[in-house]
């Protein structure tokens, strides 16, 4: 596609619920990443995909998240017994990859999470 | 661990100005650094990419520097139209990693 696409755009859920977030990167875009964003704050890295794998998860907060890529393409991230602390914006970006000469990343425009 | 400031928090001009926006980090072992632009509700555009082997990128009436040694770089906009307001975020991109670190932002409004 022409841009990184999040969907959906909001979600509100109550305490304890399960939630899935999705991720269509770029076409050919081989790095996907999760950022989490706070109200006031800047994103906080979460994980990065190169192809299906997960590379570096050093970000998950906790057990509750997970996060896949099966096919190398779209991502999800789900998480388990929500909690309010979990209420942010979920930023998903994608790249070529490392080693490819172009470092930039593309972000989407958001999921907006509320737990209530 | 990597630590990215951004100073002021938030800033408000009149049309017309050129200002200079703040970035400092605390480990100079970076790749590169990226600022980025947040409208409300929205993701980020990203808007200038200086590795750390450049001084400075530009594009348009954005002009970004980088002073590795010292931890710092700038953001310039010349000529500041009502349509620049928007949160500006610095990113940085350590060594060896493929995340990005980010500042908490400087909330910038340009008033016609």
């Known amino acids: 596609g022409a841009g990184v696409s999040q969907t959906p755009s909001n979600k509100v859920t109550e305490k304890g619920k399960y939630v899935e977030l999705r991720c269509d990167p770029i076409?050919?875009?081989?790095?996907l990443y999760w950022y989490r964003q706070s109200l006031g704050q800047g994103p906080e890295f979460l994980i990065y995909?190169?192809?299906?794998?997960?590379?570096?998860d050093s970000g998950l907060p906790n057990d509750r998240f997970f996060a896949v890529r099966p096919e190398g393409s779209v991502s999800t991230l789900k998480i388990q017994r929500t909690e309010r602390g979990d209420s942010a914006v979920y930023l998903c970006?994608?790249?070529?990859?490392?080693?490819?000469?172009?470092?930039?990343?593309?972000f989407g425009s958001g999921t907006r999470l509320t737990v209530v | 661990k990597q630590e990215v400031t951004q100073i002021p928090a938030a800033l408000s001009v009149p049309e017309g100005e050129n200002l200079v926006l703040n970035c400092s980090f605390t480990?100079?072992?970076?790749?590169?650094l990226q600022w980025f632009r947040q409208d409300p509700g929205k993701g980020l555009t990203s808007l200038l990419l200086?590795?750390?082997?450049?001084r400075e990128q530009t594009s348009g009436r954005l002009n970004a520097s980088l002073d590795k040694s010292s931890g710092r770089s700038t953001l310039y906009i010349a000529a500041s139209q009502p349509g620049d307001s928007a949160t500006y975020l610095c990113?940085?991109?350590?060594?060896?990693?493929?995340?990005?670190?980010f500042g908490k932002g400087t909330k910038l409004t340009v008033n016609p």
């Open positions: 970006a994608s790249s070529l990859g490392p080693g490819t000469g172009v470092e930039g990343y593309t």
């Open positions: 076409s050919g875009h081989t790095a």
């Open positions: 200086i590795q750390s082997s450049q």
């Open positions: 995909f190169q192809g299906t794998g997960a590379a570096d």
């Open positions: 990113a940085v991109r350590q060594g060896g990693s493929e995340k990005l670190v």
């Open positions: 480990d100079s072992a970076i790749y590169n």
